[in-house]
DNA sequence: CTGTTAGCGCCTTCAC
DNA sequence: GTGAAGGCGCTAACAG
């Protein structure tokens, strides 16, 4: 391996003058820069990050905290991420905690070890407060993406889940639809608490009764929606639903696998609308009715926020960001013939 | 922050005795570990492990280098690298090339200076071998994906292009086209090769006449296709195709982008196949007619070949595993109706 | 503008 | 079974 000191024996200068040669110092005369400079990449010498982390404590790894790198959303929020980190010259650390609280622990547990500098992080739900508590302890900069978490101050970039349930509810509804069930994911989380609540009021300002036969909990992940169909299906005429809302992507298809299992076809004898998309690209082979979030933004931003927060460019008060959604309306909604 | 110092002093023990707590030395008594160990919980240390790189050479983190994780071919193998990696504690570092040879060198500079214990990498193309060098020279393990480079010798998990190409060209040929286009990625790379040297025999051994007028050449990213397709759909009747097999998943969508603009639909006008599934769950919403890899496995086996590697467990041969596609015929390429 | 000294947190080596 | 000394590669702080 090569080090300063090779390089300043063979420059015949001092180990300091290298060091101030790879940090751009300006302290140093134009022609013993170049005479460094020459060894440097005659050697091939790469500063040795170790070494430099353990005296600066800065490691310019950042950590990606996501539930699943295979859910689109997560996918764009990664690339977006990526995008912006390295503009900065940092890189990014990859986890997936599947919704589950041990992993995310086992995973912080990681990075605070590793010393990334600081935490972009999808919590798995308000019991994720434990796992944050450690990052703060610590003083590790971290933003949240996507989920709140009550108790936490923080940088935030969230969707508006309010609106976009909204929306979505209100299109079926002008569809003709009046049972419109819910297949939400866990109230732990924020995201469905926002939904959940905008589906119950959205209804009742259009004078639709809520019935509460029609709202159900699943993972946001991938669990089978089986059961929940069945009931939702088995329900008697005048209560069983024409449009089902799915708080997500993953429900939504696991919504629609089940439903083909006992014979239903969306959206001929179910329509069905879901937060987020399907497709890493969007519009190519249009099925879901969706309200599709600018995930690219959601990464972007986020890291841009860290950054500027582990680099002390930040205000003081922490910022929140609410990104809209976009309402994409295509054939899992289409009007019931009558 | 809490070091082996501050560990020692309350134990009542030398840091060193802390040190070989924490590495699970044998040579202890059972009660100073245990001693020691309350400490440790206690003040809640996490060693360091700039420091411990430093001294051992090893970051337990390893370099995923593909070329864009919005791809859900590498979406799918991105998810096995993590799953493998955690199971042996390590980490991933995530970084997209676009397929652009620069970003590479960016990257390889990078991960160097960060002393990844080892890389797992889709080559942007032979031209990476410059890159790779770099790894060969400073002795950082590191497993090929996907990709084959002439002159680089590693462990390596690859596609069956051949057979894949073979079977989707087949797969037409029955479906009564004789008039078949390529769209293939650069030659620069070795599966676009494959799949150009199997669209060629396979035609031949049907006795199907190869025309070049119907071969073309794109990136395997993200650029649009709308030139390619405008010559194609030019051309006069005779010679004009009637399916295409695009090289992978993004050229057929961009393929099927340019076609709709002109006009033509999938697959009444034109049929399309390609490789690679264009969904992270396959099978939701059966469109594509495609040569589906196993890309899961390809990241996951992918990470075990370099982490043997890395723990000197591997075998001295590099092993080279070429992994089988699955053919899947849907809508894309529906028969022609006479 | 350049060099010297000391130390970041940990572990290897060698004593005891 | 435990501890002391020294050094991994680099840079902050100071000296010249």
Redesign the pocket.
């Known amino acids: 391996?090569v080090?300063?000191?090779d390089i300043a024996k063979r420059a015949n200068?001092?180990?300091?003058?290298v060091?101030?040669v790879?940090?751009n110092s300006?302290?140093?005369?134009e022609?013993?820069r170049q005479k460094v400079q020459a060894v440097i990449e005659e050697l091939g010498y790469i500063?040795?990050s170790a070494?430099?982390s353990?005296?600066?404590k800065k490691t310019k790894i950042l950590s990606l905290l996501i539930t699943d790198i295979t859910n689109p959303f997560f996918t764009r929020v990664a690339r977006g991420a990526e995008d912006k980190a390295k503009q900065f010259g940092y890189q990014i650390l990859l986890s997936n905690t599947d919704e589950d609280f041990k992993k995310e622990e086992d995973y912080i547990d990681m990075l605070l070890s590793t010393n990334v500098d600081g935490v972009l992080l999808a919590p798995t739900g308000d019991q994720s407060k434990k796992n944050i508590k450690k990052l703060i302890k610590r003083d590790i900069p971290f933003v949240l993406l996507d989920r709140e978490i009550e108790g936490i101050e923080s940088d935030i970039v969230l969707g508006d889940s309010y609106e976009g349930t909204r929306k979505l509810i209100e299109h079926l509804i002008q569809q003709g639809h009046k049972k419109i069930a819910l297949i939400n994911g866990p109230l732990s989380v924020s995201t469905a608490r926002e939904r959940h609540k905008s589906y119950i009021e959205t209804l009742k300002l259009s004078n639709l009764k809520v019935n509460h036969d029609l709202i159900s909990e699943i993972g946001y992940n991938k669990d089978d929606a089986d059961t929940i169909i069945k009931n939702l299906i088995s329900l008697p005429k005048f209560e069983r639903p024409t449009a089902i809302f799915a708080a997500n992507n993953f429900i939504a298809v696991n919504a629609i696998k089940a439903l083909r299992k006992f014979g239903y076809e969306v959206p001929k004898d179910m329509s069905i609308v879901c937060f987020e998309d399907f497709e890493p690209i969007t519009g190519f082979n249009p099925f879901l009715t969706a309200a599709i979030q600018p995930a690219y933004s959601f990464g972007y931003t986020g890291i841009q926020f860290l950054i500027e927060r582990i680099e002390g460019k930040a205000p003081k008060e922490y910022r929140k960001i609410v990104l809209s959604p976009e309402i994409v309306i295509r054939e899992s909604s289409r009007l019931i013939k009558k």
């Open positions: 391996m080090t300063i000191y200068v001092s180990p300091m003058t060091s101030r790879i940090n300006k302290q140093i005369s022609s013993t500063p040795n070494a430099r353990l005296i600066s």
